[in-house]
């Protein structure tokens, strides 16, 4: 069994933080790449994040956070999703946020340049856990 094969599966959570853009517009954003990744075999689950604390008299059967998805990716899959979303998100303002085995950290890009950077650095972060799964 290879290395890889070890690493469980990588919590990735995406936040649209762009503050030009209204709540409305960063919620958009959000289904748009919830939509698209639903399609992408590789992400074993994606979905939005219910608020845990929806406002008072909330009729609905609870509301999201505002521009947040997750998604859970096989650690194989993780290199090939990250590409994927750079090619996605290059122009966005966003955060991510990845937890492999409990252990988080957090990145945010405001540009192309930063949000290659941010996935770089989340790629040495998984293969830094790959290692250590050993």
Do not use: Y
């Amino acid at each position: 069994m290879s290395s890889e094969n070890n690493l469980s599966n990588i919590a990735l959570t995406v936040t649209f933080t762009d503050p030009e853009l209204t709540a409305e517009e960063r919620n958009e954003q959000a289904v748009w790449l919830l939509e698209e990744l639903q399609d992408n075999p590789d992400i074993d689950k994606v979905e939005r994040v219910r608020d845990p604390h929806p406002p008072e008299g909330n009729k609905s059967a609870g509301g999201f956070l505002v521009g947040v998805l997750t998604a859970e990716i096989s650690g194989m899959c993780f290199q090939k999703v990250l590409q994927s979303l750079h090619s996605r998100l290059s122009k966005k303002v966003l955060s991510i946020k990845v937890e492999v085995d409990g252990v988080k950290m957090e990145v945010e890009a405001s540009s192309p340049q930063e949000l290659m950077a941010c996935l770089q650095e989340a790629e040495a972060f998984i293969e830094r856990h790959k290692r250590s799964a050993n």
